[in-house]
């Protein structure tokens, strides 16, 4: 099975300021992550027989358009089970099937859910022997944001992980160009969010308590215009250090786990 990328610009934050939709090939084809309208993308549905619409997470650049061609096609409208009221709320349209981890979608020869969260509490990816329609994952170049209060970066971890094992042929990513080799970028997405927890952890062991304190330790550069996303992620680090007893946070303050009883 092939995929067809049509790139839409949309409200986004990621760098390229546009949000990949994906096509795959038919019969019954499956359209993934419609973030918004447009000419390229109208044409790109049109020539095929779409029987299937599906997201790989909820955020906005990833949904916009998700009714509008749902209705003009009259595809079947997938979710992950157990979050179709979030898919309704994102969406404006209520999922007619749900999916979970290991799905089979009938399009095509099929293509198959793979559970990846930690970016989204939702995330999948969708997979064929071509690779990995993988959303916000993993990006060939720069890192992903994982941030309280969804992102969850043992869920993360764990997501690339699994991709690094499966080793696909390529990640199609909703940004950035195609991931041509998987493990190296799983590796180096894995080996950064490993770096930076290490800086949280110090600078909770010199003296930051608070998630800003922590944050101006940590990060230790010029964070203008993305300072929000680096706090929700340094927050995200906090909460995964003291599930793991590495530390101790009550979501306002961080301690040594040492002082945890004091």
Not at 86 to 113: K, L, Q
Not at 170 to 195: E, F, K, N, S
Not at 227 to 246: G, I, M, N, S, Y
Request: with cysteine; glycine share 8%; aromatic share 4%.
């Amino acid at each position: 099975m092939t995929w067809t990328r049509v790139d839409v610009p949309v409200a986004t934050r990621a760098p390229t300021g546009e949000t990949a939709a994906y096509l795959s090939s038919g019969p019954d084809a499956l359209l993934v992550d419609p973030a918004a309208r447009t000419d390229r993308l109208d044409r790109a549905v049109a020539e095929r027989s779409v029987g299937h619409v599906a997201v790989t997470h909820h955020h906005p650049d990833h949904v916009g358009a998700v009714a509008r061609y749902a209705d003009e096609t009259d595809a079947t409208v997938w979710a992950r089970r157990g979050r179709a009221d979030a898919f309704e709320a994102a969406t404006g349209i209520r999922p007619d099937r749900t999916f979970a981890d290991g799905t089979t979608i009938p399009a095509a020869d099929g293509v198959t859910v793979l559970d990846l969260p930690g970016h989204a509490p939702e995330h999948v990816g969708f997979v064929t022997e071509s690779g990995v329609v993988s959303g916000d994952v993993a990006v060939a170049e720069g890192s992903v944001v994982v941030g309280a209060p969804e992102g969850d970066l043992r869920a993360y971890l764990t997501s690339l992980r699994r991709l690094y094992v499966r080793n696909p042929p390529q990640l199609l990513p909703g940004h950035g160009p195609t991931v041509d080799d998987p493990r190296a970028t799983c590796q180096r997405l894995i080996g950064h969010r490993l770096r930076r927890e290490r800086r949280v952890r110090e600078a909770v062991a010199t003296g930051a308590r608070t998630a800003d304190e922590v944050l101006d330790a940590a990060y230790q550069k010029d964070l203008e215009g993305v300072r929000d996303l680096a706090r929700a992620t340094v927050v995200a680090h906090l909460e995964k250090l003291a599930v793991e007893d590495a530390i101790a946070w009550d979501g306002r303050r961080a301690r040594p786990s040492a002082e945890a009883g004091r």
